[in-house]
């Protein structure tokens, strides 16, 4: 079969739809409604069939017969096999060219770009990320001839978008969201996205968030029970807050963002979340320890302290590990023994084909401490990039690390604290 495809106009960079109308003229058979069936299984291999097309087409001179439209490299009936040739005069039919015509609106994105990217392009940019109403694209700058033409068509293809943007700069390293311009459509960046039973509405040039992600928060909020403590150090505006917190999980929520800080409290108050969830805007070490301090607070005579802590920001969360060395020295005297101590869930990259012993020994340098083997998992996430992995371990923490003293090792600091989602 060969695929039909729309006019050539390379180096076409702004749009003209009309410009990719294409005619078809292909031979056709006249045949009475009651006898299509027969004819299709009979002439299988020599339909149309073309993808989005239809092989029968109603008559317009009559409504007891079809047209059954055949291949298109079909000159005349004689090209056809003998005994096929014999059923058309055995049954008295008549056969003719038809004319089929095709506009901008039946073609592909895909197929719209090949026709107007150079020949020799490798990769035809299609390809986007939906937030909301939002196209977000990630454009080589050996496309950016073609971006505004580019993102016209994905608008025109795709009825649920109406903002295309394409991210112009690496992502902030303080705040995790990245400049952008609208290629496209309206100049609206304030998304609203469902996920994981919640609703989420935030300024999407503003914060992080990324909708590639919504299986892990799915993973990790399966993991948290009703009433355990949960403490989120990189919330961004709520992925894994508010779904735990909707589950009845004790959720405290943290983003240094102030953008993303405060889209979570909206957020919180449109899912009607009304106890449960404890937002919170500082640097990520202060947050750990404020929070532990927070919650053992609320009780005076009893050991408290978190069930999970949730730390996805892969690109340098491990970092943040150092926190936990003598986290709980000073309440050592609370400890009851028999009590558990927190799981903690870090999410991070790696190019190592040992993942499992990169991450380990990464996690060990900078606690001064391996975690348990026997107790630690590693969860594939995704690849973002050739020979890059985004993982999370999961451990819990140890009590020789929860109650060492903690200006025993002096880890270097670092400042790159906001989270992706």
């Not at 919170?280 to 301090?293: H, L, P, T």
């Not at 690109?315 to 023994?337: E, P, S, W």
Request: hydrophobic share 35%; glycine share 4%.
């Amino acid at each position: 079969m060969n695929v039909l495809t729309p006019p050539l106009h390379r180096g076409m960079m702004e749009l003209e739809r009309s410009a990719f109308k294409k005619v078809i003229s292909t031979l056709v058979i006249k045949v009475p409604t009651k006898k299509v069936g027969i004819f299709m299984k009979t002439f299988d291999e020599d339909l149309f069939n073309q993808p989005r097309t239809r092989n029968v087409l109603p008559d317009p001179e009559s409504k007891e017969t079809k047209l059954i439209i055949l291949r298109t490299d079909l000159e005349k009936i004689d090209d056809l096999p003998k005994e096929k040739i014999d059923m058309i005069k055995e049954q008295g039919l008549s056969t003719f060219k038809h004319e089929i015509e095709f506009d901008y609106n039946f073609w592909t994105t895909e197929q719209i770009l090949h026709a107007v990217m150079p020949e020799d392009a490798q990769d035809i940019p299609s390809s986007f990320t939906q937030i909301g109403h939002i196209a977000h694209m990630n454009l080589r700058e050996s496309y950016y001839p073609w971006k505004k033409l580019i993102a016209q068509v994905i608008l025109d293809k795709n009825k649920n978008i109406t903002t295309v943007v394409n991210k112009v700069d690496s992502i902030d390293t303080t705040f995790r969201f990245f400049k952008m311009e609208v290629l496209a459509g309206e100049d609206n960046l304030i998304a609203e996205v469902k996920e994981s039973g919640c609703k989420f509405k935030f300024d999407f040039s503003k914060v992080y968030w990324n909708s590639r992600l919504h299986t892990e928060h799915d993973r990790l909020v399966q993991l948290f029970k009703k009433n355990e403590y949960v403490c989120d150090v990189f919330a961004g505006v709520g992925p894994f807050a508010l779904p735990a917190a909707k589950k009845g999980a004790i959720v405290y929520a943290n983003d240094l963002n102030p953008s993303s800080h405060e889209w979570m409290k909206e957020n919180i108050k449109a899912n009607k979340i009304k106890s449960g969830i404890y937002p919170y805007n500082m640097d990520g070490r202060e947050f750990i320890r404020q929070a532990v301090k927070d919650l053992q607070a609320t009780s005076k005579n009893e050991w408290k302290t978190f069930d999970h802590f949730v730390m996805n920001l892969p690109a340098t969360a491990i970092d943040f590990l150092d926190t936990f060395r003598g986290l709980y020295h000073d309440q050592k005297h609370l400890y009851d023994t028999r009590a558990k101590l927190p799981m903690i869930h870090c999410h991070c990259f790696t190019k190592s084909t040992d993942a499992m012993q990169d991450i380990t020994e990464r996690v060990g340098t900078i606690m001064g401490g391996k975690p348990d083997p026997l107790k630690t998992t590693l969860h594939w996430v995704r690849n973002v990039a050739p020979k890059k992995d985004m993982y999370c371990i999961s451990f819990p923490l140890s009590s020789e690390l929860a109650f060492a003293a903690p200006n025993k090792y002096n880890f270097k600091k670092k400042k790159v604290l906001q989270p992706p989602n």
